[in-house]
Structure formats: structure tokens, C-alpha cells
């Protein structure tokens, strides 16, 4: 489905987008994929939705990681091409304070949602979105849980047992990850 | 004018948190004309399948806008499997939907398995394309029943859910001693080999089914008044289910033929003979329900063909008691009841996963909910719910 030849070639012929280079010591599978700089982003995806040796219409989905010690959050979009029957895997960086990162929920409005959700989770901001608001968890809730410094604060829910919560010291601070 | 539902100013709570920080909704869903009105369907009713919000605006009969509201079940899967070691989380797999979740695990194992590159035996891939597809009849027998009784026919559930099914459900629980969430499907291959002649009281079932599968086209798929709820009713276009990112039987009923087994043949799916099930081409409900229908007969097909072709052998590859996955980054996925079941998993060389995504297909199908009914009456609002067959666990995870 995901190869590293189409990978290659998309980066060849689409300008602004780059392959993503190897890692020493890490497995990627599917190990073709590009990466993106993240103010072209929203051109970029509509060039590989409309161009017609790709075509990729069929957001499969998005997801954010949050590597701390990088000090970024990692944007993955996977992509897919009901007509060529092929997929891509789209990457783009942004850094961990003030993340900002333009929508693409108006090129395949399958991605509305999944925006939605990585605002919720790790709090970061799609602009001209139109309706970023949080889905999973509630308005008002505080911090954004899937950030690895999150920290979990004691509510009426804990049994009391919880109040050890693994990842923090002590003192209740984070402890950062070896 | 304020509307009851969304209260202006949202009472304040002891302790000073507010109910809400803002308008709940997007769009002008809470400017209501004279001659319109908000309705509030769920978080609590029959017909949403679980714990789904949908708010709907209408002009006498008519919908003109909708949004679904989602969120009720969340219980931070994705959050918990990081503190959890790889084995524990196949458990959490489960619980996401829940009406198929041998897949569930599979999708899991899938991606661990890729990670550590594992060979899986051959009797246990079998063994996995059995229940899996077993478990895929199942999960559309339900649909099958709820979506009757959605509509105003109860009789269909009572053969599909309370006689079927339950006969899956005890070949399930004959091998791997649970009824709904099986954790079965493991890291390496299966948990255990089936018992003694499990292959045989399966075959016996498919026999069973090949009868009861003309009940259920007469119930149903032929009924008159059936197909008059059904056709017409919900349309979606091919382009716009693809732009949502549709998957499975949704976008099938739409037209384009993607599946996941027979484009990306995964364990050993490329040694069996059986057709897409498709739909005639509208993308309304009735399309929806026929590549469903089809399906359970599709998947028998595929059941069977396993049964015969099922070697001896073992059924764990070689898996060390406790892992650590090396660093790396995997995406996998397969084709669940309800679509692409994909996971996406982060190692950093320890026992517990850095990042775990699900994607979920119920959670991006349900997308299209607000788009797709609008237009229609308040009736077909039950019927578009019901033909998309989501499972709010997978949804809200």
C-alpha cells in the first residue's frame, strides 16, 4: 500500500516536499514518507489531492506525537488514493510552544474531526479551521492529556491511590523521559 | 431568540468551574428562526446506539441543520496504553468496538508484529481469517437486527441477534472463553489452538446459516415496506464519501470497490476466492444495508474455504514472554466490520508503546452524519443513523 519508490517520486516532482531521512537504530514501515515544512502544508496537500499522477482523495487519517525531547510535535497524515489504490505518509514538524499549523480540513473535510481531536489532545491550534473546538473531552477541561509533561491533577474520581502518579517526582513535578 | 437548550449564560457551579466555557455548538445550529425549532436527539435513546448527541434544527419536518455531538464514552485509550505494557493493551483493544473485537486485536497485534518482525504460523493466520470473518458475520447480524428495529420491525433481530449470533458467540466462547471481548488474537499468533473438533461445529454452523441466510432477504431485504424507508433515503456521493474519508461497507454502498483484503492482501487472504460485495451504486441507506447483507454471505464464503484449507501446526511464533519492541514507528491496518481499523504505534525500546493511535473508522464515518441529513424528515434521521453502523466505544474511544 505505502511504498518507498512512490514516496521518492512524489518528492521529486512535487516542489517544497523533501523525503523523510533515515534514522540510525529506528524502524519506519512504512519507511517511504515525506515531510513538509509546515507553512506550505495546505499547498502541498492540494497538489497531491488534485495532481492527476497521485490523487490522493481518501484522508486515511492524522495524528499528532509529541517527542519532548525534540522539543516538537510531529503532524503524520496518512493518504490514500481510491483510484491508483495507493497510499502516502505526509509528515510536517512544529514546535512544542505555540504549535500553529494551517487546516486542511477544507481539502478533505474527513480531516475536520481528526483536527478537532489533535487540538483536544495536545492543543495544537489549526488555523481557519472553522469550528476548532474540543471533541473528545469537555469544554474547559484543563491541559491537553496526550502532551507528555500533562499532568494528571487528583479529582473526585481518584480512589486516592492514584495520587503516586507515575511520571511525576515527589513533588509532583514531571519527570522528564530518560 | 434564546433557545432553552443553550442557555446564554450557563449556570455556575460551587467551586467556580462553569458548565462551559463558550457556545457549544459551531454554525448558526443555535440561532433558531420563528419558524424553526432545535430538537436534541440522545445522548440517551434508543436509536443512536449508544451514548450519541445530535442536535438537530428543523423547519417543520425538514432538517436543516445538524450536529452530532460526540464524546460521552471517552475513556483515553490512547492515553492509558502508555503506561501500559504491550500484552495489557490488547485488552484495551477490545473494549474500542466492541461488536468486533477479534479485529480489534488483530489491528493491534498487526503493528506490534510488524515492529518486531515476527513470522506468524500458518495454522494461526487460519485460525485469525476464521474468527475474524466469524466475527465480522456477527457484527453485521447485529446491524442487521438493530437496523430492523430502527425501522419499525422487530422480528428480523430476534433471528439475526437472538438466534445467530449466539451461535457465533458460543463457538467464540468455546475458544477463547470469553463472549464479547475475547482477547484471543495475540502478539505472535493465538492465544491457545482450537479444541478438538471446533473446526467441524463450525463448518455445522455454516451449513445452519445457508438456509436461514433466504429468511433473511425475505425479512428484510425484500420487504415492501423496507425498501420504501431505504431507497433514496440518504444518498452520498461517491466523491463525497471518498473526500470524508469513508471506509469499508460505507463507502462500498457509494461505489468505489476498495477493500483492504483483496487491494493489500494481508495474512493469508490472497488464498481465498470470493467477491467484493457492493452495493447498486446509490449510496443511500438501502446500499448501506445491501453490502452488509452481502457481506455475512461473503465472509461465510471465505469461513469456509479456511476450514477446508486449514493446516496442522503450531500456533505461537517465536515471541519472548516479555518484550521490548525496538524503536520505530509502524502503521497497520485491516479491514474491520465497520472499515480501515488502523493502528499507529511509537516505540522507544521500552515495554510500553510512546504514541498509540487508533484510527477509528466509526469516528471518522460519523463525520458526514450532519451533511447527510440534512434535507430529510425527522423519521430518516433514524434510518441514516442506523445504515452508517458505528459503535460509539470506537467513536469516542
Given at each position: 500500500m505505502?511504498?518507498?519508490?512512490?514516496?521518492?517520486d512524489v518528492?521529486?516532482?512535487?516542489p517544497?516536499?523533501?523525503?523523510?531521512p533515515e534514522k540510525?537504530?529506528?524502524?519506519?514501515?512504512?519507511d517511504?514518507q515525506?515531510?513538509?515544512?509546515p507553512?506550505n502544508?495546505h499547498?502541498?496537500?492540494v497538489?497531491?489531492r488534485?495532481?492527476?499522477?497521485?490523487?490522493?482523495?481518501?484522508p486515511?487519517?492524522m495524528?499528532?506525537?509529541?517527542?519532548w525531547?525534540?522539543?516538537i510535535?510531529?503532524?503524520?497524515?496518512?493518504l490514500?488514493?481510491?483510484?491508483?489504490?495507493?497510499?502516502?505518509?505526509l509528515?510536517?514538524?512544529?514546535?512544542r510552544?505555540g504549535?500553529?499549523i494551517?487546516?486542511?480540513?477544507d481539502?478533505?473535510?474527513g480531516?475536520?474531526w481528526q483536527?478537532r481531536?489533535?487540538?483536544?489532545?495536545?492543543?495544537i491550534?489549526f488555523?481557519?479551521h472553522?469550528?476548532?473546538?474540543?471533541?473528545?473531552m469537555w469544554?474547559g477541561f484543563?491541559?491537553?492529556?496526550l502532551?507528555?509533561?500533562?499532568?494528571?491533577l487528583?479529582?473526585?474520581?481518584d480512589?486516592?491511590?492514584?495520587?503516586?502518579?507515575?511520571?511525576?517526582?515527589e513533588?509532583g513535578?514531571?519527570i522528564?523521559?530518560? | 431568540?434564546?433557545s432553552?437548550?443553550?442557555p446564554?449564560?450557563p449556570?455556575?457551579?460551587d467551586?467556580?468551574?462553569s458548565?462551559?466555557?463558550?457556545p457549544v455548538?459551531e454554525?448558526k445550529i443555535?440561532?433558531?428562526?420563528?419558524?424553526?425549532m432545535?430538537?436534541?436527539?440522545?445522548p440517551?435513546?434508543?436509536?443512536?446506539h449508544g451514548?450519541?448527541?445530535?442536535?438537530l434544527k428543523?423547519d417543520?419536518?425538514?432538517?436543516t441543520?445538524?450536529?452530532p455531538?460526540?464524546g460521552?464514552?471517552?475513556?483515553g485509550v490512547?492515553k492509558?496504553?502508555?503506561?501500559r505494557?504491550?500484552?495489557?493493551n490488547?485488552?484495551l483493544?477490545?473494549?474500542n468496538d466492541?461488536?468486533?473485537a477479534m479485529?480489534?486485536?488483530w489491528a493491534?497485534?498487526l503493528a506490534?508484529?510488524k515492529l518486531l518482525k515476527v513470522e506468524?504460523?500458518p495454522?494461526?493466520?487460519?485460525?485469525?481469517?476464521?474468527?475474524?470473518e466469524?466475527n465480522?458475520?456477527?457484527?453485521?447480524?447485529?446491524?442487521?437486527?438493530?437496523?430492523g428495529?430502527?425501522?419499525?420491525?422487530?422480528t428480523p433481530?430476534?433471528h439475526?441477534?437472538?438466534?445467530?449470533r449466539?451461535?457465533?458467540?458460543?463457538?467464540f466462547?468455546?475458544?477463547?472463553g470469553?463472549?464479547i471481548?475475547?482477547?484471543?488474537?495475540?502478539v505472535?499468533?493465538i492465544?491457545?489452538?482450537a479444541?478438538d473438533?471446533?473446526?467441524?461445529?463450525?463448518q455445522a454452523?455454516l451449513?445452519?446459516m445457508k438456509?436461514r441466510l433466504?429468511?433473511y432477504?425475505?425479512?428484510?431485504?425484500f420487504n415492501p415496506?423496507?425498501?420504501?424507508?431505504?431507497?433514496?433515503?440518504?444518498?452520498?456521493?461517491?466523491?463525497?464519501?471518498v473526500?470524508y474519508?469513508?471506509?469499508?461497507p460505507n463507502?462500498?454502498?457509494?461505489?468505489?470497490?476498495c477493500?483492504?483484503r483483496?487491494?493489500h492482501?494481508y495474512s493469508?487472504?490472497?488464498?481465498?476466492q470470493?467477491?467484493?460485495?457492493l452495493?447498486?451504486g446509490?449510496g443511500d441507506?438501502?446500499?448501506?444495508f445491501l453490502?452488509?447483507?452481502?457481506?455475512i454471505?461473503?465472509?461465510?464464503?471465505?469461513?469456509?474455504q479456511a476450514?477446508k484449507?486449514i493446516p496442522e501446526?503450531?500456533?505461537m511464533?517465536?515471541?519472548?514472554?516479555v518484550y521490548?519492541?525496538?524503536?520505530?514507528?509502524v502503521?497497520a491496518?485491516v479491514?474491520?466490520p465497520?472499515?480501515?481499523?488502523?493502528s499507529?504505534?511509537v516505540?522507544?525500546g521500552t515495554?510500553?508503546?510512546?504514541?498509540?493511535?487508533?484510527?477509528?473508522p466509526s469516528?471518522i464515518n460519523?463525520?458526514?452524519?450532519?451533511e447527510?441529513?440534512?434535507?430529510w424528515?425527522v423519521?430518516d434521521?433514524?434510518?441514516?443513523l442506523?445504515?452508517l453502523?458505528?459503535?460509539?466505544g470506537?467513536?469516542d474511544?
Amino acid at each position: 500500500m505505502f511504498s518507498t519508490d512512490l514516496a521518492k517520486d512524489v518528492a521529486r516532482k512535487i516542489p517544497r516536499l523533501t523525503t523523510v531521512p533515515e534514522k540510525p537504530n529506528f524502524i519506519r514501515d512504512p519507511d517511504g514518507q515525506v515531510m513538509v515544512l509546515p507553512g506550505n502544508l495546505h499547498e502541498v496537500c492540494v497538489n497531491l489531492r488534485d495532481n492527476p499522477q497521485y490523487l490522493f482523495d481518501l484522508p486515511l487519517q492524522m495524528t499528532a506525537v509529541d517527542y519532548w525531547k525534540e522539543n516538537i510535535f510531529e503532524l503524520v497524515y496518512c493518504l490514500y488514493s481510491t483510484k491508483l489504490r495507493q497510499g502516502l505518509v505526509l509528515k510536517t514538524q512544529v514546535p512544542r510552544s505555540g504549535p500553529e499549523i494551517d487546516s486542511v480540513s477544507d481539502v478533505w473535510p474527513g480531516m475536520n474531526w481528526q483536527e478537532r481531536e489533535v487540538y483536544d489532545l495536545f492543543g495544537i491550534t489549526f488555523k481557519s479551521h472553522p469550528y476548532l473546538k474540543r471533541i473528545l473531552m469537555w469544554e474547559g477541561f484543563p491541559g491537553y492529556p496526550l502532551r507528555k509533561d500533562y499532568v494528571h491533577l487528583t479529582d473526585r474520581y481518584d480512589s486516592g491511590l492514584e495520587i503516586g502518579t507515575p511520571g511525576l517526582d515527589e513533588k509532583g513535578i514531571p519527570i522528564p523521559p530518560k | 431568540m434564546t433557545s432553552p437548550i443553550f442557555p446564554s449564560n450557563p449556570p455556575k457551579i460551587d467551586g467556580g468551574a462553569s458548565l462551559s466555557t463558550g457556545p457549544v455548538f459551531e454554525t448558526k445550529i443555535e440561532q433558531v428562526e420563528e419558524h424553526e425549532m432545535l430538537l436534541n436527539l440522545g445522548p440517551q435513546h434508543p436509536s443512536t446506539h449508544g451514548v450519541l448527541r445530535v442536535v438537530l434544527k428543523l423547519d417543520g419536518e425538514i432538517i436543516t441543520d445538524a450536529v452530532p455531538d460526540v464524546g460521552y464514552l471517552h475513556r483515553g485509550v490512547e492515553k492509558l496504553s502508555e503506561h501500559r505494557t504491550y500484552p495489557m493493551n490488547i485488552v484495551l483493544s477490545d473494549r474500542n468496538d466492541y461488536l468486533g473485537a477479534m479485529t480489534n486485536n488483530w489491528a493491534f497485534c498487526l503493528a506490534v508484529e510488524k515492529l518486531l518482525k515476527v513470522e506468524i504460523p500458518p495454522r494461526a493466520e487460519y485460525i485469525r481469517v476464521i474468527v475474524g470473518e466469524l466475527n465480522r458475520v456477527a457484527s453485521h447480524m447485529v446491524f442487521y437486527g438493530t437496523y430492523g428495529i430502527d425501522l419499525g420491525a422487530f422480528t428480523p433481530f430476534l433471528h439475526s441477534f437472538g438466534r445467530d449470533r449466539e451461535e457465533i458467540l458460543d463457538l467464540f466462547e468455546e475458544i477463547s472463553g470469553a463472549r464479547i471481548t475475547y482477547n484471543y488474537i495475540r502478539v505472535g499468533g493465538i492465544m491457545l489452538d482450537a479444541p478438538d473438533g471446533w473446526i467441524g461445529r463450525v463448518q455445522a454452523f455454516l451449513e445452519r446459516m445457508k438456509p436461514r441466510l433466504v429468511e433473511y432477504d425475505k425479512l428484510l431485504t425484500f420487504n415492501p415496506i423496507f425498501k420504501d424507508r431505504n431507497i433514496g433515503i440518504g444518498k452520498l456521493s461517491a466523491e463525497k464519501a471518498v473526500a470524508y474519508g469513508f471506509t469499508g461497507p460505507n463507502l462500498r454502498a457509494s461505489g468505489p470497490t476498495c477493500d483492504l483484503r483483496k487491494d493489500h492482501p494481508y495474512s493469508v487472504y490472497k488464498d481465498f476466492q470470493y467477491d467484493v460485495a457492493l452495493g447498486i451504486g446509490g449510496g443511500d441507506c438501502y446500499d448501506r444495508f445491501l453490502v452488509r447483507r452481502q457481506e455475512i454471505s461473503e465472509s461465510l464464503k471465505i469461513v469456509e474455504q479456511a476450514c477446508k484449507k486449514i493446516p496442522e501446526g503450531p500456533v505461537m511464533g517465536k515471541v519472548a514472554k516479555v518484550y521490548r519492541p525496538p524503536a520505530g514507528e509502524v502503521y497497520a491496518q485491516v479491514e474491520a466490520p465497520r472499515g480501515w481499523l488502523g493502528s499507529y504505534l511509537v516505540s522507544d525500546g521500552t515495554d510500553t508503546p510512546y504514541r498509540y493511535h487508533i484510527r477509528a473508522p466509526s469516528f471518522i464515518n460519523l463525520q458526514a452524519l450532519g451533511e447527510m441529513v440534512k434535507g430529510w424528515k425527522v423519521a430518516d434521521v433514524v434510518a441514516i443513523l442506523g445504515s452508517l453502523d458505528f459503535v460509539l466505544g470506537e467513536v469516542d474511544r
